[in-house]
């Protein structure tokens, strides 16, 4: 029996890894990733140089010389950095005008949206005139930048930096306080996060490291991540190959030489092995990557035995599932909807994964990790996490994991010994599970 589930497995691996659609699945990750870091690495520095030119319209007279002034010394000093002894432009520059109203009664905003629209300026800003009111009791629209272009915010972050600064000084002087000494007191205290104190071997308090940020919400999202992308790579695969071999009639040829348990269970272990390969090529370029860059550290030894074993289990389960959905269908588009509701269900850790981040032993955390379909996913990231689950949690849904995953392959081998060899109309969700209780 087992000699036929290998000799199935073995032949669906090597059938896959000599693919030319393996060998672009191996390479797509790293050049995908290399590819954009070598963009952003191009991309570095290359901005837009445009120069951007705002109206001002500033009637309390006070603030236009200051952003007058601002932009000149930031369009002769701040732009501009020395590269090979040349100097050379980095950031554009902002050509600042004062805008007064002509009457009154003027529509100031629209007759400079119109300026916009024709491509004048690239944007206007409107003071009013309560924002120096050292109360603080200023209209709605103290500053108020417009612009067709709201993608574009270094200009208007600019602008507030600069009106904010000098509303604070006029504002402390109006109320007798030195803007200097007010500025140095009120220097913001920055709350680091560290780990909790230990003792060494020689019995010395050791002080907590401070917690990174690397350490802490990269590598959890990033473990899950790769692991659903190595599941999605491979149980939908395996159903769709299920499905085309019931199509073209080589199933019947196959379950003559094997019985339908051994085909898939077969299936199964060759899709395993694949993800597997897959797995093994990652974790090793991301083990070499992390030695190589110093912080081997960030990531515990572990992680990667974990992330083997939670791969494992959740390709058997979701595998086999889609497996005897594949099995019970006809065509292709019936497929595709009674994979509809598998793939919410393979989708639910990644919708609460960032809840299970923010408290890795929450209420939330501890009840999806309970949920057999989920644990693979949810207790990866936890175990990633800092925190860790305690040892009960982690042995108990590892064991509620492996019974269901059993459970699953068992149920899905009852509906595929009977939908592999089906024809004709697809049968409902309903009668295909109770393929699982049919005597036979």
Known sequence: MFEKILAVGRAEYLQAVRSKAFLIG?????????????????????????????????????????LQEAARKRNEEGIWS????????????????????????????????????SGELDGFLLLEASILDPEGEVGERPAAYHTDEPTFTELPRWLGSVIDAEVRRIRFEAAGLDPTLVARLSVPVKVGTWGLASRGKDGEVLSGRRENELRTILVPAAAMFLLFMLIMSSAPALMNQVLEEKMLRISEVLVSAVSPFQLMLGKLVGSVGISLTLGSLYLGGTLWATHHFGVADLVPWSIYGWFILMLILALFMYGSVLSALGSACSELRDAQSMMTPAMLVILIPMFAWNAVLEAPNGSVATLLTFIPTATPM???????????????????????CLATTVLFVWASAKIFRIGVLSQGQTPSLRKVLGWIFAKG
């Not at 991309?43 to 010389?65: I, N, S």
């Open 82 to 117: 020395e590269e090979d002894g040349e100097r050379v432009q980095k950031r554009p520059r902002f050509e600042l005008e004062l805008y007064t109203p002509k009457q009154a009664d003027e529509a100031v905003d629209w007759v400079l949206s119109e300026r916009v629209r």
């Open 378 to 400: 949810i207790l990866l990231l936890r175990l990633a996490s800092s925190p860790p689950p305690p040892v009960w949690q982690v042995a108990s849904a590892t064991a509620l």
């Open 26 to 66: 191996l390479l797509a990750m790293p050049l995908f990733m290399g590819g954009s870091i070598l963009v952003q690495i191009f991309l570095k520095g290359r901005v837009d140089l445009t120069t951007r030119t705002c109206a001002v319209v500033d009637p309390t007279g006070k603030l236009w010389p200051v």
